[in-house]
């Protein structure tokens, strides 16, 4: 059944710090890298999180920080409530990881926002949890919908795409929310990108607390063209490349001029800063 919800400092220092979350979830201590705190947490953790919270009846926000929101946020650290803010915030970017593993402080592994909407949305149809996409390009959220319902029997997901520049205007708005909560409480992707997705996130999650909203960047374009990168460039660290190679007039400022210098300055400082000493325990 498908239910359609509206129309179609220094940039590597590593520390470990406490995060207080409560009695629902027992969270690992945060790892920082690049001046943001991640979840150490792999896919089948970070799945498990989000969908036994939403059953037990609370909601969250998931960000999924790559090379680029990292930078973004060394450049303008005003956004950085934005990520330090959410519930889970998962590094989606293999630098990072080699970051954490120079450091001796080593996050699991790359939780990569496509992936884990492809895994939520298999583990919602078994579990009877419904989703909800709202975003993407013109037509994306539509048919990634329906890539996902043919490939999870039972699925109940539905899907939004609201006009550009609709977080300015009041009755665009309105048609967004109308349209989610005549949905109802579900695991919500959102696909406009950084910062805009975050923004629209921490708006909406004030007045749904019983909500999952996920951070979801290019993830519902992704599964709605099915050409993400073969399973071998995103483990080795070079999906960048396929995404380049596909759009190179939109992306190569972003990989070239500004992820390659980042990243060199992000690894070098990670092998050079002497180990343990940006070490924290938990506040007192």
């Known amino acids: 059944m498908v ?92 630098p990072l990881i080699w970051a954490s593993r120079l450091r001796h402080t080593p996050l699991p592994e790359r939780v990569a926002g496509s992936t884990m909407l492809s895994l939520l949305a298999a583990r919602a149809a078994a579990e009877g949890v ?25 699925l109940r997901a539905g899907w939004h795409t609201p006009p550009f520049g609709f977080q300015n205007d009041p009755a665009a708005m309105v048609s967004l929310e109308k349209a989610m909560d005549g949905f109802g409480p579900c695991l919500c992707f959102i696909g406009l990108g950084f910062p805009k997705q975050e923004r629209l996130m921490e708006r909406l999650s004030a007045t749904r607390p019983d909500w ?43 990989y070239l001029i500004e992820g390659i210098p980042f990243v060199a300055s992000l690894l070098t400082a990670s092998a050079w800063t002497p180990i343990g000493s940006d070490r924290r325990g938990p506040p007192r």
Do not use: C, Y
């Open 3 to 94: 239910d359609v919800a509206g129309a179609v400092d220094d940039p590597a220092r590593v520390e470990i710090t406490h995060v207080e979350r409560g009695d629902a979830f027992q969270a690992p201590d945060r790892i920082r890298i690049a001046d943001i705190r991640f979840d150490p947490l792999d896919e089948p953790r970070a799945e498990d999180r989000v969908v036994r919270d939403f059953q037990a009846g609370r909601g969250g926000r998931v960000v999924f920080v790559n090379v680029d929101v990292a930078a973004k946020v060394r450049r303008d650290p005003r956004l950085g409530h934005l990520v330090s803010g959410a519930d889970l915030v998962l590094a989606d970017g293999m």
């Open 130 to 154: 419904p989703i909800m996409l709202v975003g993407g390009q013109p037509g994306s959220a539509e048919a990634a919908t329906s890539r996902l319902l043919q490939a999870n029997p039972g």
């Open 212 to 254: 999952w909203f996920i951070a979801s960047g290019g993830s519902i374009d992704f599964v709605a063209r099915g050409d993400r990168a073969p399973v071998w460039m995103q483990r080795s660290g070079l999906e960048w490349l396929h995404r380049l190679s596909r759009e190179p007039k939109r992306l190569a400022r972003r």
